[in-house]
């Protein structure tokens, strides 16, 4: 899993789009999904998707402003982030893991590959 990229400083209300690119031609097996730590505070989990791309899981926190993706054409996943609020300020990076078609995770332990991460910063 490659670097997340797409982070920067945005002003809340603010939209941001990251990315998550893994290498090699299994991508379509991969479960992934997006964590993000807070200065000061654990890592917590922001949203999944499997790796057939029909099931998501969201924080509830993040529940309904944003929205996880993936091109498995591309070895992408993605992060969109709408309506922004200066609590979403944070490094967020992206976790996959080996997986059935349909499977989704939500805690780090069951990740198996990470990224690093890419700092979200919103100003309000």
């Known amino acids: 899993v490659q670097q997340a990229s797409g982070g920067g400083l945005v002003q809340a209300g603010g939209s941001l789009r990251l990315s998550c690119r893994a290498s090699?031609?299994?991508?379509?097996?991969?479960?992934m999904g997006w964590f993000r730590q807070a200065p000061g505070k654990e890592r917590e989990f922001a949203a999944a998707i499997s790796p057939n791309g029909g099931t998501t899981n969201y924080a509830d926190s993040v529940k309904g402003r944003f929205t996880i993706s993936r091109d498995n054409a591309e070895n992408t996943a993605y992060l969109l982030m709408n309506s922004l609020k200066p609590e979403d300020t944070a490094v967020y990076s992206c976790a996959a893991v080996y997986a059935v078609p349909r499977y989704v995770a939500t805690q780090p332990s069951q990740y198996a590959y990470w990224g690093q991460g890419t700092l979200v910063t919103v100003s309000s």
């Open positions: 090699g031609r299994t991508f379509s097996n991969l479960a």
